[in-house]
Structure formats: structure tokens, C-alpha cells
């Protein structure tokens, strides 16, 4: 199984981006699909997860800011990115776990103030 995500890139403050990740596999089987995300000298943390009943949940620092949304027939996870702070720069990392978990490879997000 294979994740590739993609759609980082440079944004103001205020800005939105969108990013996707397209799994090799199905994913409408999935027990969950989530987005972490890395910044440097930080641990990595969970940005927004949806379960397989499409329950999500998002941490504190981006609720009412950031969306996870699903595409089964594409096989796609994106996280619609709003209102883009300074300290939303990091590394995004897609997360899918079927019974074994996988990750994409990570795309840079730099706001900038």
C-alpha cells in the first residue's frame, strides 16, 4: 500500500490550501484516515481524523479552521486548510489504517506571517 500526499506549499497568513492524499488501496474499508502534521523540533501530532462511520475529531489549535473530507470512488483524503496561521508550519503527514497503519511521505506547509 502506498500514500502519497501533496498540495504543501507557501501561504500568507489568512491563506487556505488543500491538501490531498491518494491511496493505492481502497479506502472505504478503512478504520480511519488522519492527517499529523511535524513541525521542526516538535513531536509529531494529530491534526484531524475521521473514523470509518465518518465521525472526525480535530484538534483544539485548528477546529473551525480545518476540514477532513473523504472521496472512496478516488481513493483520496483531503484537509481543506482555512484562516492559515504562522504556527500552522510543519510537515502533513496522511495516515490510513486498515488493520496495519500507512503513511504518506509528508508535504511542507510554511505560512507566513
Known amino acids: 500500500v502506498q500514500l502519497q500526499a501533496f498540495g504543501g506549499g507557501l501561504v500568507q497568513a489568512g491563506g487556505s490550501l488543500r491538501l490531498s492524499c491518494v491511496s493505492s488501496r481502497t479506502i472505504f474499508n478503512a478504520n480511519s484516515m488522519a492527517w499529523y502534521r511535524q513541525a521542526p523540533g516538535e513531536q509529531r501530532e494529530l491534526v484531524a481524523v475521521?473514523?470509518?462511520?465518518?465521525?472526525?475529531n480535530y484538534a483544539d489549535s485548528v477546529k473551525g479552521r480545518f476540514n477532513i473530507i473523504r472521496d472512496n470512488t478516488k481513493k483520496m483524503v483531503y484537509l481543506q486548510m482555512n484562516s492559515l496561521k504562522p504556527e500552522d508550519t510543519a510537515v502533513y503527514y496522511c495516515n490510513v489504517i486498515w488493520s496495519v497503519a500507512y503513511w504518506g511521505q509528508g508535504t511542507q506547509v510554511t505560512v507566513s506571517s
Open positions: 475521521m473514523t470509518s462511520d465518518g465521525t472526525t
